[in-house]
T-cell receptor, first 114, second 114 residues
Framework: AQSVTQLDSQVPVFEEAPVELRCNYS??????LFWYVQYPNQGLQLLLK??????LVKGINGFEAEFNKSQTSFHLRKPSVHISDTAEYFC????????????FGAGTTVTVRA | DVKVTQSSRYLVKRTGEKVFLECVQD?????MFWYRQDPGLGLRLIYF???????EKGDIPEGYSVSREKKERFSLILESASTNQTSMYLC?????????????FGDGTRLSIL
């Protein structure tokens, strides 16, 4: 079975400060990893994905994530956040073992303050 | 751009009612999914469909059923609504070509059962 743990449920951060959201996964086979963002009263939007190749993945809105196989992590970062980055962020994993169904973490709520 | 449309953003129903949640996608995707989202639990898979007239149980199918008579439409049915089914419901779709294709989400239906 595969699973995802998001280590922080709430992350308050000041505008223009950096932010890191932590995600660890467990799986016995090769995985594909995703970060989704959910703005208030909206559905989920794909931020970025790791499929293969370079372990540093760049996404939309200035976000990037690094896949670390030895630590089974896929942490999300942004060097300077804006008020508009206030949202809930979900890490998700899929693999051949799960027939490519997604398993989601519990989510991290990011609140950006001026 | 992929468009996944959920018929209602907000819905209020009474205990014991039969409730239908509708989802339509416009990209000819084979795979469609229904999730429920609850605070602190992330997204949990209720049912999914690989193609027309096909359906598979997800992690929490109890109390729900689904219908996929046409490729673009995937309906979630609460047979006899109960208060513990008050939640946000999210529909998603994807193409299976290239097994690591991301899922595309609708804006969600916030369902309250009174």
């Amino acid at each position: 079975a595969q699973s995802v743990t998001q280590l922080d449920s709430q992350v308050p951060v000041f505008e223009e400060a950096p932010v890191e959201l932590r995600c660890n996964y467990s799986s016995s086979v090769s995985v594909y990893l995703f970060w989704y963002v959910q703005y208030p009263n909206q559905g989920l939007q794909l931020l970025l994905k790791y499929l293969s190749g370079s372990t540093l993945v760049k996404g939309i809105n200035g976000f990037e994530a690094e896949f670390n196989k030895s630590q089974t992590s896929f942490h999300l970062r942004k060097p300077s956040v804006h008020i508009s980055d206030t949202a809930e962020y979900f890490c998700a994993v899929t693999s051949l073992l799960s027939d490519y169904k997604l398993s989601f973490g519990a989510g991290t709520t990011v609140t950006v303050r001026a | 751009d992929v468009k996944v449309t959920q018929s209602s953003r907000y819905l209020v129903k009474r205990t014991g009612e039969k409730v239908f949640l509708e989802c339509v996608q416009d990209m000819d995707h084979e795979n469609m999914f229904w999730y429920r989202q609850d605070p602190g639990l992330g997204l949990r898979l209720i049912y999914f469909s690989y193609d027309v007239k096909m359906k598979e149980k997800g992690d929490i199918p109890e109390g729900y059923s689904v219908s996929r008579e046409k490729k673009e439409r995937f309906s979630l049915i609460l047979e006899s609504a109960s208060t513990n089914q008050t939640s946000m419901y999210l529909c998603a779709s994807r193409t299976p070509s290239g097994d690591n294709q991301p899922q595309h989400f609708g804006d969600g239906t916030r369902l309250s059962i009174l």
